[in-house]
């Protein structure tokens, strides 16, 4: 059964300063993975999405990265914006699959 | 840009009613989906639906819920007889590919926010 697991739960940063997110997964065979942002009451948006061969995506401020070994992934927001609060979701699938598979989420508040 | 658009928006229905949930998946794309997060719960898949039929079902897809395709825009899901337990925000996505096949994108709507009272 394909696994997804997010880590922190949480987490309260000031704006203008970095942070990473973290997700482990067991998905076998593995086809890829993306990041999505989720806010409140609203439908995920993607930010990345990643095959086996990739190890590194970035948009804007975004950068995910794929260690396909450890089958870990990490997502790195640079210089936090107040409108970056929100629902990080790492999501995976296995090739032939027609489904994703959602993390339960990091949950992003970035404070003035 | 394109995207995925969901109607109604919150629909609140009495306990063992039938519901419709609509959507209008991006025009070119061949894959549908409908997911369900229950409130403060993770997304869990339901459904994917390529070629007109079923490709997918998870197990929460019982004989209560069934997917149409009526005509070449739409893309609705049913709920036959609604428990509390239904209520949740129902998410719509499509894609051009499914979601196993490489860097393909799967844009997801709005949501339809279900409440069963």
């Known amino acids: 059964k394909n696994q997804v697991e997010q880590s922190p739960q949480s987490l309260i940063i000031l704006e203008g300063k970095n942070c990473t997110l973290q997700?482990?997964?067991?998905?076998?065979?593995?086809?890829?993975l993306r990041w999505y942002k989720q806010d409140t009451g609203r439908g995920p948006v993607s930010l990345t999405i990643?095959?086996?061969?990739?190890n590194t995506k970035s948009n804007g401020r975004y950068t995910a990265t794929l260690d396909a070994d450890t089958k870990q992934s990490s997502l790195h927001i640079t210089a936090s914006q107040l409108s970056d609060s929100a629902s990080y979701i790492c999501?995976?699938?296995?090739?032939?699959?027609?489904?994703?598979?959602f993390g339960a989420g990091t949950t992003v508040t970035v404070r003035a | 840009e394109p995207e995925v658009t969901q109607t109604p928006s919150h629909q609140v229905t009495q306990m063992g009613q039938e519901v419709i949930l609509r959507c209008v998946p991006i025009?070119?794309?061949?894959?549908f989906y409908w997911y369900r997060q229950i409130l403060g719960q993770k997304v869990e898949f339901l459904v994917s639906?390529?070629?007109?039929?079923?490709?997918?079902k998870s197990e929460i897809f019982d004989d209560q819920f069934s997917v149409e395709r009526p005509d070449g825009s739409n893309f609705t899901l049913k709920i036959r007889s609604t428990k509390l337990e239904d209520s949740a925000m129902y998410f719509c996505?499509?894609?051009?590919?499914?979601?196993?096949?490489?860097?393909?994108?799967?844009?997801f709507g709005q949501g339809t926010r279900l409440t069963v009272v």
């Open positions: 639906f390529y070629n007109n039929e079923i490709s997918e």
């Open positions: 996505a499509s894609s051009f590919t499914d979601a196993g096949a490489g860097g393909t994108e799967a844009f």
């Open positions: 025009s070119n794309h061949l894959y």
């Open positions: 999501v995976v699938s296995a090739m032939g699959d027609y489904k994703l598979s």
């Open positions: 990643m095959t086996f061969s990739e």
């Open positions: 997700c482990n997964y067991t998905v076998s065979p593995f086809s890829n």
